[in-house]
Protein backbone atom coordinates (compact mmCIF):
# COMPACT_ATOMS: atom_id res chain seq x y z
CA UNK A 1 0.00 0.00 0.00
CA UNK A 2 1.39 3.09 -0.68
CA UNK A 3 1.49 6.41 1.54
CA UNK A 4 -1.38 8.71 0.80
CA UNK A 5 0.03 11.58 -1.11
CA UNK A 6 -0.36 15.29 -0.06
CA UNK A 7 -0.93 18.60 -0.89
CA UNK A 8 2.19 20.31 -1.33
CA UNK A 9 2.44 23.43 1.19
CA UNK A 10 3.36 26.60 -1.00
CA UNK A 11 5.70 28.79 0.31
CA UNK A 12 6.43 32.93 -0.22
CA UNK A 13 9.37 34.54 0.34
CA UNK A 14 9.46 37.85 1.40
CA UNK A 15 13.23 39.65 1.72
CA UNK A 16 14.82 42.59 0.23
CA UNK A 17 17.00 42.28 -3.03
CA UNK A 18 19.85 42.68 -0.72
CA UNK A 19 19.74 39.66 0.79
CA UNK A 20 18.73 37.45 -2.23
CA UNK A 21 22.08 35.45 -1.75
CA UNK A 22 20.44 34.67 1.51
CA UNK A 23 17.17 33.84 0.51
CA UNK A 24 19.07 31.34 -2.17
CA UNK A 25 20.52 29.65 0.60
CA UNK A 26 17.50 29.17 2.09
CA UNK A 27 16.22 27.80 -0.23
CA UNK A 28 18.99 25.43 -0.56
CA UNK A 29 17.93 24.44 2.86
CA UNK A 30 15.09 23.27 2.17
CA UNK A 31 15.59 21.49 -1.25
CA UNK A 32 14.97 18.19 0.62
CA UNK A 33 11.36 19.34 1.01
CA UNK A 34 11.04 20.49 -2.12
CA UNK A 35 12.19 16.88 -3.45
CA UNK A 36 9.68 15.13 -1.81
CA UNK A 37 6.51 17.20 -3.26
CA UNK A 38 5.84 18.71 0.48
CA UNK A 39 6.97 22.22 -0.23
CA UNK A 40 6.68 24.65 -3.26
CA UNK A 41 7.99 27.77 -3.19
CA UNK A 42 7.33 31.63 -5.09
CA UNK A 43 9.54 34.69 -4.97
CA UNK A 44 9.66 37.56 -6.83
CA UNK A 45 12.44 36.58 -9.38
CA UNK A 46 10.10 33.79 -10.64
CA UNK A 47 7.68 37.01 -12.23
CA UNK A 48 7.95 36.72 -16.22
CA UNK A 49 8.66 39.33 -18.07
CA UNK A 50 5.58 41.26 -18.82
CA UNK A 51 3.85 40.53 -15.94
CA UNK A 52 2.48 43.68 -13.66
CA UNK A 53 5.44 42.42 -10.55
CA UNK A 54 3.01 43.83 -8.22
CA UNK A 55 -0.15 41.95 -9.02
CA UNK A 56 2.39 38.89 -9.27
CA UNK A 57 3.34 39.77 -5.74
CA UNK A 58 -0.18 40.09 -4.05
CA UNK A 59 -1.53 37.18 -5.73
CA UNK A 60 1.49 34.92 -4.51
CA UNK A 61 1.33 36.48 -0.91
CA UNK A 62 -2.41 35.75 -0.46
CA UNK A 63 -2.37 32.52 -1.81
CA UNK A 64 0.50 30.96 0.15
CA UNK A 65 0.43 28.77 3.04
CA UNK A 66 3.82 29.67 4.26
CA UNK A 67 5.05 33.31 4.31
CA UNK A 68 8.87 33.08 5.14
CA UNK A 69 9.91 36.93 5.72
CA UNK A 70 14.06 36.62 5.69
CA UNK A 71 14.40 39.50 8.27
CA UNK A 72 17.64 41.77 7.92
CA UNK A 73 17.93 45.45 8.95
CA UNK A 74 17.82 45.89 5.02
CA UNK A 75 14.35 43.90 5.46
CA UNK A 76 13.42 46.50 8.11
CA UNK A 77 14.56 48.93 6.47
CA UNK A 78 12.17 48.44 3.30
CA UNK A 79 9.37 50.27 2.86
CA UNK A 80 7.28 48.01 0.72
CA UNK A 81 8.93 44.40 2.64
CA UNK A 82 7.94 45.83 5.78
CA UNK A 83 5.08 47.93 4.99
CA UNK A 84 3.03 45.80 2.73
CA UNK A 85 4.61 42.34 2.89
CA UNK A 86 4.46 42.02 6.67
CA UNK A 87 1.55 43.77 7.17
CA UNK A 88 -0.63 41.53 4.97
CA UNK A 89 1.45 38.67 6.04
CA UNK A 90 0.52 39.02 10.08
CA UNK A 91 -2.80 39.39 8.51
CA UNK A 92 -3.28 36.50 7.21
CA UNK A 93 -1.16 35.12 9.78
CA UNK A 94 -3.36 36.20 12.93
CA UNK A 95 -6.64 34.79 10.75
CA UNK A 96 -5.39 31.44 10.46
CA UNK A 97 -5.15 31.74 6.16
CA UNK A 98 -1.35 31.59 6.28
CA UNK A 99 1.47 30.47 8.72
CA UNK A 100 4.55 33.38 9.02
CA UNK A 101 8.08 32.46 9.89
CA UNK A 102 10.24 34.99 10.26
CA UNK A 103 13.48 34.11 9.79
CA UNK A 104 16.30 36.07 11.49
CA UNK A 105 19.33 36.56 8.79
CA UNK A 106 20.15 38.93 11.26
CA UNK A 107 19.75 41.00 14.30
CA UNK A 108 17.72 43.90 13.93
CA UNK A 109 15.22 44.84 16.35
CA UNK A 110 12.88 41.92 15.59
CA UNK A 111 12.35 41.50 19.11
CA UNK A 112 10.33 44.69 19.11
CA UNK A 113 8.30 44.18 16.23
CA UNK A 114 4.82 42.12 16.23
CA UNK A 115 6.72 39.70 14.14
CA UNK A 116 8.56 38.23 17.17
CA UNK A 117 5.01 36.57 17.71
CA UNK A 118 4.80 34.71 14.90
CA UNK A 119 6.15 30.77 15.29
CA UNK A 120 10.35 30.34 14.96
CA UNK A 121 11.11 33.95 15.80
CA UNK A 122 13.84 32.79 18.00
CA UNK A 123 17.10 31.60 16.53
CA UNK A 124 17.00 28.73 18.72
CA UNK A 125 13.69 27.29 17.04
CA UNK A 126 13.81 28.45 13.37
CA UNK A 127 16.43 25.90 11.88
CA UNK A 128 13.74 22.69 12.75
CA UNK A 129 10.38 24.68 12.25
CA UNK A 130 9.49 23.86 8.34
CA UNK A 131 10.28 20.40 9.48
CA UNK A 132 8.51 20.06 12.37
CA UNK A 133 5.57 21.58 11.18
CA UNK A 134 5.92 19.26 7.76
CA UNK A 135 4.74 16.08 9.35
CA UNK A 136 6.36 12.52 10.73
CA UNK A 137 8.76 10.97 8.30
CA UNK A 138 10.41 14.23 6.69
CA UNK A 139 13.05 14.90 8.94
Not at 69 to 98: N, Q, T
Amino acid sequence: MRPRQRASASVFYSYSHKDERLRDDLADALALLKRQSILTEWHDRKIAAGDEWEQSIDEHLEQADIILLLVSPVFIASDYCWGKEVERAMERHKAGEARVIPYCAASGGLERSHVRKAPGATQERQANYLVEQSGPGVA
